[in-house]
């Protein structure tokens, strides 16, 4: 893409009615969503993490404001980030997998901003954001363009070089064309490099090796990660532990490098210090804790749902922020910086509204229903309350926010209890009519994710 792909005229006139009648553009005047799949919150320096995988990510926290405890509310790729798009929970929306679309019509975070005249482009590089998902909707340009092969399951990707490089191409179309350069552009860029099999370019992984006496693990090749390593993760039949953590831990640390790069090239471009960036994970990814091994989906568990949420707001001092935020807050925050209003109500909060600060979110968290067995959880009072569908009923679990090694459920009975109250008044008050409109995958994009695997592979 040289230069921006041109408007048509009744658009295009409209913009320019809107920009010189309402005075400034509004501000900021560049917007930055950053998205990484499956980066652990842990991971990062900022979070705790001592392996110093991420000094770019940890030079932008130390600007930014640092949401300590959030969460995505699934750990599956596209219901995670619609839900983060949208500011909708993927039941509301009535995505239950990756292979779910998005309602038609559904606001997002690029459809508003159009509407008050950004100029908006998505960068993705994971096949299952694909514009056939509908994330794409209100986005001018959306290159999802992907060269690469992943290693043994041969799903097309794109690594995190090509992905800034196809970043810069867009910012550089924006500024250099000069009946959009005046107008704020809105850019989502989407890294894919964490998410397995874990194979980053050669002198990553062997950065992060470290010798180990752990005990071998299963490899069997239908497993998603329950009891032993993945099929699809599995690398010339290595069973030990430490070769795919130092994998995971090398992939990250190039995306870090990639993203430190996009960084320096704002920079040089004068396009820095007046930008706004949000940071975020769809998801996590689980190391072993409770037996899952180096994947993620089908737990609710903190490995899996807590992520790295960052906002890097010029004007605004850096700080931590210990109260509990979720990707659904992201719509409603970033619409309000940017000046522009939500067409419909979502259920996040404004994360930068007076007071803010004092209040935390009530994330929800779901595996969805599609796969294996069901788990719900609500995030409430200091405590996580887990409820898993054993085949007949709702089994519960309660954890001190933090630590999910003692189940509290039957020491604490009434908090147990009441935290399964107000998960159920949660879910009974979600707006599920906006699904109404669902829409299913036509008989040629089915064909081409079957002919990819997809439809009989869950691991994402
Ligand atoms: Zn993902």
Redesign the pocket.
Known sequence: MSSWPRLPAAIAVGLLALGCGAGDPPAPRLLLLLTV??LRADSLGAYGGERALTPHLDALAAESLVFETAYAPTP??VP?LAALHTGRYPAELGLRTNLSLLPSGTPTIASALAESGWKTAGVVS?VVLRNRTDLARGFEVYDDTMEQEEAIRRWPERIAADTTDAALVVLDAWRDTPEVADSPLFLWVHFQDP?GPYTPPPGWRERFATASNEEPLPTDPTSFGEGGIPGYQVIEDRSDPGFYRAGYDGETAYMDAEVGRLLAALRERGLYDDATIAFAA??GEAMGEHDFWFA?GHHVTDEVVRVPLMLRVPGRDPGRRPDVASLVDLRPTLLALAGASPSSKGQGRDLLAPGADATNSVPLLSTLSAYRLQRQAIVADGYKLILTHDGEIWRPSLYRLGDESIDLAAPAPQITRRLRQQLSELRDALDVGVAAEQRTLSESERQELEALGYVHEPG?
């Open positions: 799949d499956t599956f790729t995670s994971n998410h769809d998801h993620h994402e």
